[in-house]
């Protein structure tokens, strides 16, 4: 069965902090995505990647990095998070990078006070 | 990548279809419609996709209009575990994102 996991369901960080999000996925998927999603705003696409080593800018990319060191694992980066960064943050990946079929993760909901 | 517009909620009695509409009055000849759905505190699920012809999956039905302008998206019996939020997403095949708007929150009714 295909799977996306992410490292935490919930986390709580202080203002200042840096802020690591990792994400895994055992499909063997050229590309994943982070989003974040808030209500009354959908989701919103952070960043996504295509291939290892590659990353490129979604809609919202600021104070936002990404890395992508092997194929399986995208992590998102919050270099000094700040609280307009709570958000419950979703990743996905794609086995093309034509395919509208992403699988989703669990999302990780990260307070930041 | 065109703009939905979804009706923000719904209710439907278990057992019946559940149809729910989506206008992409905007959508060019190149996108696509997809619907995803998200059970509360998960992720977002891939349900169907289609271009211009009916499709028909185990899970839901995809009726697109001959103009292409709007969709519906019917769940031929709807059990209580489809409660969600639904969205309609339209995309260019090749494209790199997904917009998913706000979606219609369904709720099934016993």
């Known amino acids: 069965d295909v799977k996306v996991t992410q490292s935490s369901r919930y986390l709580v960080k202080r203002t200042g902090e840096k802020v690591f999000l990792e994400c895994v996925q055992d499909?063997?998927?050229?590309?994943m995505f982070w989003y974040r999603q808030d209500p009354g705003l959908g989701l919103r696409l952070i960043y996504f990647?295509?291939?290892?080593?590659?990353?490129e800018k979604g809609d919202i990319p600021e104070g936002y990095s990404v890395s992508r060191e092997k194929k399986e694992r995208f992590s998102l980066i919050l270099e000094s998070a700040s609280t307009n960064q709570t958000s419950m943050y979703l990743c996905a990946s794609s086995l093309l990078r034509q395919d509208g079929e992403q699988f989703f993760g669990p999302g990780t909901r990260l307070t930041v006070l | 990548d065109a703009k939905t517009t979804q009706p923000p909620s719904m209710d439907c009695a278990e057992g019946r279809a559940a149809n729910l509409p989506c206008n992409h009055s905007?959508?060019?000849?190149?996108?696509?419609v997809y619907w995803y759905r998200q059970i509360h505190s998960q992720g977002p699920q891939y349900i169907i996709h289609g271009l211009k012809n009916n499709e028909t999956n185990e899970m839901a039905s995809l009726i697109i209009t001959e103009d292409r302008k709007s969709s519906t998206l019917i769940l031929p019996h709807a059990t209580l575990r489809d409660t969600a939020v639904y969205y309609c997403?339209?995309?260019?095949?090749?494209?790199?994102?997904?917009?998913f708007g706000t979606g219609t929150s369904l709720t099934v009714i016993p």
């Open positions: 990647s295509y291939d290892v080593k590659m990353k």
């Open positions: 905007t959508i060019s000849g190149n996108e696509y």
């Open positions: 499909m063997d998927h050229e590309n």
């Open positions: 997403i339209v995309r260019v095949y090749s494209g790199n994102q997904f917009y």
